[in-house]
């Protein structure tokens, strides 16, 4: 049995003023970055390198030894090196044994090697207490202090007195470390600095395709129907006209894919008889993604509701405004008011107000700052019940806005069209 005093440091946390001494095998920006926010956080640094002399770009306060006089001063080592070049750990074996080894490596592709690199260096340095950590934030955050973005730290790892103990020098750090488990979980750590905006992919892709269905139908039936057989130029209609339809129509459509796939998998556990079974993959990823649903259905809210409020001063409505009151004044004609649309539009417009209001509600509780300050009840409270009477009230606004239109053969004159071109090939 080894009883080198190196290989037998206690690995507690300090609860001293003073904080204990960590080793970093690496001086790359990383390493570098990682020292620096170290010994500002009251811990001594130690670098291992392969030339043990200091350098302008390393902090002044820290050591540079080799990695084997490095290694032995420190319990705790930082690996910032890339995966390539862990075999010169292997004579180190003796040294490392005991240790708390935390691997902050990356991967250039997503699942690159069947094998973590965590999973790997602790087949490698089988006498080490490995931890994967830190490979979820950047140099420069680390380096310029860490935004919302950026704060958060993954940590895993199979003993849990090791994890515990970074996981402490992250909060030191003024970080947040997130425990995902067993080292099993490092291969989906190490993936997900890879992945770019995974959980926003499908709202964002389901937005573009909506938007531009609703755009292309929308520019043919108010602008190129219009041109080519009543010889009236409405081009201008792409600017406002159109995006405020189609910013609605979006927005309500997300609304309702945020609710949708709970209906289905309360349906799917009545027809199975259990709520313990798995859901199918893709209503599970849709499941998965409803909070994104729901904030890109209020950025198209949102843009509806700015679209609306510049509509009194586009110069297509105050013209259409002054030539009906010059039209009345001519023909000494005066419009009666009716009482039923003046109901019609204020219902719709305070139904709108009501729904966006809740709309941003919703979004505003979904931030995790507020969401951690609510209790479960009080959350689910706010994103189910609120949520369906916001649906509810949104829908009723946009068809107490329609009314009867739909009942009108003009809003369907691009379908009108293509089904009499059809009926005349035959």
């Known amino acids: 049995m080894n009883t080198n005093p190196s290989n037998i440091m206690a690995l507690t946390s300090n609860t001293s003023n003073k904080k204990e001494t960590v080793c970093i095998f690496g001086t790359g920006d990383f390493g570098r970055a990682l020292g620096y926010r170290m010994i500002q956080s009251g811990y001594s640094v130690v670098f291992g390198s392969r030339q043990a002399q200091t350098s302008s770009l390393i902090p002044k306060d820290a050591e540079v030894l080799s990695h084997a006089e490095a290694a032995q001063k420190a319990a705790i080592i930082i690996i910032a090196i890339p995966r390539q070049h862990y075999n010169f750990l292997t004579p180190?074996?003796?040294?490392?044994?005991?240790?708390?080894?935390?691997?902050?490596?990356?991967?250039?592709k997503l699942n690159q090697y069947s094998q973590s690199n965590a999973e790997y260096l602790a087949q490698l340095i089988p006498g080490a207490k490995v931890v994967k950590a830190f490979n979820t934030?950047?140099?420069?955050?680390?380096?310029?202090?860490?935004?919302?973005?950026?704060r958060q730290v993954f940590v895993c790892g199979d003993d849990k007195k090791a994890k515990q103990i970074v996981m402490d020098i992250v909060r030191a750090l003024g970080l947040t470390p997130l425990d995902q488990g067993s080292l099993l979980a490092a291969q989906e750590i190490e993936n997900y600095p890879l992945q770019l905006f995974p959980?926003?992919?499908?709202?964002?892709?389901?937005?573009?395709?909506?938007?531009?269905?609703?755009?292309f139908y929308s520019l043919t039936r108010d602008v190129i129907y219009p041109y080519v057989y009543e010889n009236k130029d409405f081009s201008f209609f792409i600017a406002i006209s159109i995006p405020n339809r189609i910013c609605p129509i979006v927005a309500l459509i997300l609304l309702a894919l945020v609710y949708l796939p709970g209906v289905l998998a309360a349906i799917?556990?009545?027809?199975?008889g259990t709520k313990y079974s798995r859901f199918p993959d893709g209503l599970d990823k849709w499941m998965l993604c409803r909070k994104q649903l729901g904030l890109v259905a209020l950025a198209f809210a949102f843009l509806h509701v700015l679209y609306t409020l510049i509509i009194p001063i586009r110069y297509y409505v105050r013209w259409r405004m002054n030539s009906g009151v010059l039209s009345q004044a001519l023909n000494n004609r005066t419009d009666p008011f009716i009482n039923t649309y003046g109901w019609l539009n204020d219902s719709y417009l305070a139904l709108g107000i009501l729904g966006f209001f809740l709309f941003v509600l919703l979004g505003i509780t979904s931030l995790p700052s507020v969401s951690n300050s609510v209790n479960w009840r009080e959350f689910r409270f706010v994103q189910s019940k609120l949520g369906y009477l916001t649906l509810i009230l949104c829908t009723a606004h946009t068809l107490v806005y329609g009314g009867k239109q739909f009942l009108n053969v003009s809003s369907y004159r691009c379908l009108s069209v293509i089904l009499l071109l059809m009926a005349r090939e035959r």
Do not use: C
């Not at 934030?137 to 950026?150: E, N, R, Y």
């Not at 799917?268 to 199975?272: E, M, N, P």
């Open 92 to 108: 180190l074996a003796e040294i490392l044994h005991g240790k708390v080894l935390v691997d902050v490596s990356n991967n250039l």
């Open 137 to 150: 934030v950047s140099a420069w955050a680390l380096q310029s202090g860490p935004l919302d973005a950026s």
């Open 268 to 272: 799917i556990q009545l027809y199975r």
């Open 199 to 215: 959980m926003w992919k499908f709202p964002i892709f389901l937005s573009l395709g909506l938007t531009a269905f609703f755009f």
